[in-house]
Structures are given as C-alpha cells and as structure tokens.
C-alpha cells in the first residue's frame, strides 16, 4: 500500500518560512509525477507545486519565486519550501503521487492524483 505522510506544517506570522515534508511508503517517487496541493475552508483544492520524473517542476502563479518543490529519490521524500508566506497561503496542504504510469512527465497538467497523504496544516498570520 502506497502511503505518503507530510510534515512541517504550523504557524508563522507573515513574511516567514515553513519546509514541508513529504515521505512515501512503497513507491519510489522518481519513477512518477509529485505534487503539493492546498485547501482553504470553503475553496477547493488547488495545485501548488510538481515535480516530473526528470526533475521538471511547475507551480501556480501565486508561489512562483516564494515556493520551491524538491525530492530526494535516496530518502523518497517530497520537499516543499515555502518562503515570504502570505495570510492568503493558509491552508491544509497535502502532497500527491501519480503512479498510473512511471516517467512521469507535465505533471502540471494532470488532473487526476492516485495517493494522498492527510495533510499538513499551514497557518499564517497577519
């Protein structure tokens, strides 16, 4: 069983920094597509970050140069720093992996996400 448990979430006032976490169980997740993804009460869930399986990355307009996603393959582990936080960055974030097929490429792109882990909460204050 695929599972995938994040970490390193809490609360910062704004203009902080939070590193998220992200190690996956049974799946090694250079092989597939690797996302971070965030829901606010009441929005829906939007993605944030990927990660390709040739190390191309993508993110959301609102992250872009105040995010950064990274993996390391030895420890399959998902990474997500997140610098400059705003108030509007608080949400629940969870990360995801595709494993439907390996070579995972325009991750950006998918709709469709096969695991997920439960979430890390991230709170930032005015």
């Known amino acids: 069983q695929v599972q995938l448990v994040e970490s390193g979430g809490g609360s910062v006032p704004a203009g902080g920094s939070l590193r998220l976490s992200c190690v996956v169980a049974?799946?090694?997740?250079?092989?597939?597509?690797m996302g971070w993804f965030r829901q606010a009460p009441g929005m829906e869930r939007e993605g944030v970050a990927t990660?390709?399986?040739?190390?191309?990355?993508g993110y959301v307009d609102s992250v872009k140069g105040r995010f950064t996603i990274s993996r390391d393959n030895a420890k399959n582990a998902l990474y997500l720093q997140m610098d400059s936080l705003k108030p509007e960055d608080t949400a629940l974030y969870s990360c995801?992996?595709?494993?439907?097929?390996?070579?995972?490429?325009?991750?950006?792109?998918?709709?469709?996400?096969?695991?997920w882990g439960q979430g890390t909460q991230v709170t930032v204050s005015s």
């Open positions: 049974d799946a090694p997740i250079g092989l597939y597509c």
């Open positions: 995801a992996a595709d494993i439907r097929i390996p070579f995972g490429a325009f991750c950006h792109q998918r709709s469709t996400w096969t695991y």
């Open positions: 990660v390709d399986s040739d190390g191309s990355t």
